[in-house]
């Protein structure tokens, strides 16, 4: 009889009021590599946790170590979010600091993060090499890590996890923010983990799985039901979008038909130039598919569109029809501007209310400072009702679990039907019926004439409303294209 690596028996979890698990009970063979699978807001997350010994719960978890193994007899979880400090161990960034610091040594580098890892776990940093190029990282050693993009932070917790190689490895949502050559070669390397005696959970609800995966298991209602074959999500079923507010219906209000433009732009880091040579122009009401791989420069272009990016001065940038650097201030050019991405997530007030920070996209602020008119104060009720928040409209957002969060700050980015969305792997965290919900959602405001960028690595998680399609490879512009509706599908399968 196989030995259980892993023995939960009668799992009980509350969040507050809220039970989480009820008696779950659930037995890992050696050999075993599971999937785990649910609707956001299901437990997978907090199951992790309490597995990895980093939750309190009632009931009984045992780890049954190998001590025949030569793997460390250790359970690591990789988190869906990095969090990093800086030198002085504190971890209260601001957003724009990713761009406005660049220069500062405030953080440590790749390099150096990775050194003390390897030293605190008596690691050979020549193992970690061939994790590094697999996964396209090595470039990156040199680069602080407030510098990182979300699937470069993404990279940098696999490669710690798959050098370490640990005997019970759990990798919460293991492809965020990754794109598609970095997505085939983690599996490889999964795989290879996997053999190497490494057992396997991985928290996921995409399908191009690694194909050492044997076991599948979805949370449901505080509970863990097994599959015996490849999953089929009974928890996301299809649905319909509701009515949107009707503020949302209306047309924006343009104060220019050239949304950006940009002309021979580069942007330079020390002797590291991210963006080179960049030509683009966004016209009203246009619907851009903005892609390319991790650190292909991606962010960089949007930040300078956002007024983040303090090198945009010193380059030919025009916003909303006026030349950057002509007397306007960064919130002259936010006030035009609906933003969601991943780093922005992570920067947010997460002490605000549900209500308070969907309103605070109003003024473009991090917390509400201002009473809202009246007429503002139905829009927002009318967003949160439509986003099926009700429930949670006085809950704190760090309360949230993180696809609730990511619905929070969706409809922040919209309450002021902006000219401009600009949406940054909006679907991050999000499961398959919300991320379709949000998607028919962007389809719907786009016959408003609303413009959009949209960054999305995910065939099956893209608006049909995109017209066009930039592309970035090493910090400069591949193509340019038109989108033709009948060959979608063959773009995305030829670039992801």
Same mark, same amino acid.
């Given at each position: ?12 979890? @509350? ?12 037995? %890992? ?16 997350? #907090? ?8 939750? +309190? ?55 150096? +993060? ?18 590094? %190029?697999?996964?396209? *990282? +090595?470039?990156?050693?040199?680069? $602080? ?5 979300? &699937?470069?932070?993404?990279?940098? $917790? ?48 995409? $399908? ?22 490849? *999953? @089929?999500? #009974? ?8 009515? =949107? ?13 050239? =949304? ?48 983040? !990016? ?9 916003? *909303? ?35 308070? #920070? ?25 967003? /949160? ?46 499961? !398959? $019926?919300?991320?379709?919900? *949000? ?10 004439? /609303?413009?959009? =960028?949209?960054? &999305? !690595? ?25 989108? @033709?509706? +009948? ?10």
């Amino acid at each position: 009889m196989k030995k259980s690596i892993v023995h939960i028996q009668n799992l009980n979890l @509350k969040y507050q009021s809220n039970l989480v698990f009820d008696d779950l009970s659930w037995a %890992i063979q050696n050999g075993e590599q599971w999937v785990l699978y649910g609707a956001s807001g299901s437990g997978k997350t #907090s199951l992790a946790k309490a597995i990895a010994g980093l939750l +309190e719960y009632s009931g009984e978890i045992l780890i049954n170590f190998d001590d025949k193994s030569k793997l460390p007899a250790k359970v690591l979880l990789v988190d869906s979010w990095y969090q990093f400090k800086n030198l002085e161990g504190v971890a209260n960034f601001y957003y724009q600091q990713r761009y406005t610091s660049q220069q500062a040594k405030e953080t440590l580098t790749v390099n150096a +993060e990775l050194m003390y890892f390897g030293k605190e776990n008596h690691l050979a940093f020549a193992d970690a090499e061939p994790i590094l %190029i697999a996964l396209g *990282f +090595e470039r990156l050693k040199n680069s $602080q890590l407030i510098q990182l993009s979300s &699937g470069e932070h993404k990279k940098l $917790q696999l490669v710690k996890a798959l050098w370490l190689k640990p005997q019970f490895l759990i990798i919460d949502q293991p492809y965020t923010g990754l794109d598609s050559a970095s997505r085939e070669n983690l599996n490889i390397l999964l795989d290879d983990a996997a053999t190497g005696g490494v057992q396997l959970v991985l928290i996921s609800n995409d $399908q191009a799985l690694p194909s050492c995966i044997n076991r599948f298991a979805e949370i449901k209602d505080g509970r863990l039901a097994i599959a015996n074959e490849a *999953f @089929k999500i #009974s928890a996301l079923p299809n649905g319909s979008l509701g009515e =949107i507010p009707r503020f949302l219906r209306e047309a924006p209000k343009y104060s220019s038909e050239l =949304i950006a433009k940009m002309v021979d732009v580069n942007i330079s880091y020390g002797e590291k130039q991210v963006l080179k040579n960049i030509d683009w122009e966004v016209k009203a009401g246009e619907k851009w598919l903005l892609q390319g791989p991790n650190g292909s420069g991606k962010s960089t272009l949007l930040s300078l569109i956002n007024g983040d !990016h303090p090198q945009s001065y010193a380059n030919k940038i025009y916003l *909303f029809g006026n030349r950057r650097g002509s007397g306007e201030s960064i919130w002259d050019i936010k006030q035009h501007i609906g933003l969601i991405s991943p780093e922005f997530h992570w920067y947010f007030d997460n002490n605000s209310t549900v209500w308070g #920070s969907i309103a605070s996209g109003l003024y473009d602020s991090l917390g509400l400072f201002k009473t809202l008119p009246y007429s503002k104060t139905i829009e927002v009720d009318e967003l /949160i009702k439509f986003f099926g928040l009700t429930e949670n409209k006085n809950d704190l957002f760090n309360t949230l679990p993180l696809g609730k969060q990511r619905l929070v700050l969706l409809a922040r980015t919209i309450i002021k039907n902006p000219e401009l969305l600009i949406l940054d792997e909006p679907c991050q965290g999000l499961d !398959h $019926q919300q991320t379709q919900y *949000f998607n028919q959602l962007i389809d719907e405001l786009c016959t408003n004439g /609303i413009t959009v =960028i949209y960054v &999305g !690595h995910y065939e099956s998680q893209l608006p049909s409303c995109l017209e066009k399609r930039i592309f970035l490879e090493e910090g400069k512009v591949k193509l340019i294209e038109e989108i @033709k509706k +009948e060959k979608v599908q063959e773009h995305f399968e030829l670039v992801l």
